[in-house]
């Protein structure tokens, strides 16, 4: 069965599947409700159109840790007060404004309440994916708009924008997912003060129900925005022998 691989490097990720109002989370690896969305963008898939989006819903996906990353957050705040600003007709009108960091106040400020937001995001991290499917051809279509996107792609928020290509050449294999994630070169090679570790983290979909419950199974359009669980097993897999500088 023909497996597709994509390269996800950047210097900040984020794949979160539990996000609620100002809280932003992130898992450890990509989601598969974002490698969808990922490829939706390179395909030019509307929000709304769930009969194109539906047939990437039924690819099966890996992923490879190549790198994990660093868990990291952002702290930001937003309508922490009012100022009174003067208007051209020499009127005054008031208007929010942001905290600042030091805790202090332009002449003319009320403090307000205001939201802060936690946004938890993964630094340095590089994932290889695998998307497997007995319909090559919609692995073809896949393969050429990751190379060529209709839509700018980013690694799981729009300012997260990859580092190196998602698109890898030749990277639509005929083998099974499991041995292509196994045998292909380590993607952070280019890296040469980077020591190899011995063994890598890879994570599958499970189909007898067993490992980790992920609620990020695509079960509608992105604007309706309902997600189902799958089941995801990790174990380690030994360090590919042919190690080489990943193609570009």
């Not at 984020?14 to 990922?38: A, C």
């Not at 208007?95 to 002449?107: D, K, M, T, V």
């Not at 309440?113 to 994932?127: I, K, N, T």
């Not at 051809?137 to 928020?157: F, H, M, Q, S």
């Amino acid at each position: 069965m023909p497996t597709l691989l994509l390269r996800l490097v950047g210097p900040m990720q984020s794949w979160g599947t539990t996000s609620r109002f100002d809280q932003r989370d992130t898992g450890k690896e990509p989601s598969k409700s974002g490698v969808i969305g990922l490829i939706a963008a390179a395909m030019g898939i509307e929000r709304e159109n769930w009969s194109r989006l539906e047939p990437l819903t039924h690819l099966v996906m890996g992923v490879r840790h190549d790198r994990p990353g660093v868990p990291k957050y952002d702290y930001q705040t937003t309508g922490q007060g009012t100022e009174d600003v003067a208007t051209s007709d020499g009127k005054f009108q008031t208007q929010s404004r942001i905290i600042l960091a030091n805790g202090n106040y332009p002449s003319g400020a009320h403090l307000g309440e205001g939201v802060q937001s936690y946004r938890h995001y993964l630094a340095d991290a590089a994932f290889l994916v695998g998307l497997e499917c007995e319909d090559r051809l919609l692995l073809e279509r896949i393969y050429a708009a990751l190379k060529n996107p209709v839509w700018t792609l980013a690694l799981g928020r729009k300012s997260y924008v990859p580092s190196e290509p998602i698109w890898i050449e030749n990277g639509l294999l005929d083998a099974p997912l499991r041995k292509a994630l196994a045998q292909w070169p380590w993607i952070s090679s280019t890296r040469k003060w980077e020591k190899p570790p011995e063994q890598l983290l890879v994570s599958f979909e499970s189909d007898d129900g067993s490992g980790v419950l992920k609620m990020d199974q695509p079960l509608s359009s992105f604007a309706e925005r309902r997600f189902g669980a799958r089941f995801v097993r990790s174990e380690w897999t030994a360090f590919p022998q042919e190690v080489a500088d990943a193609a570009a």
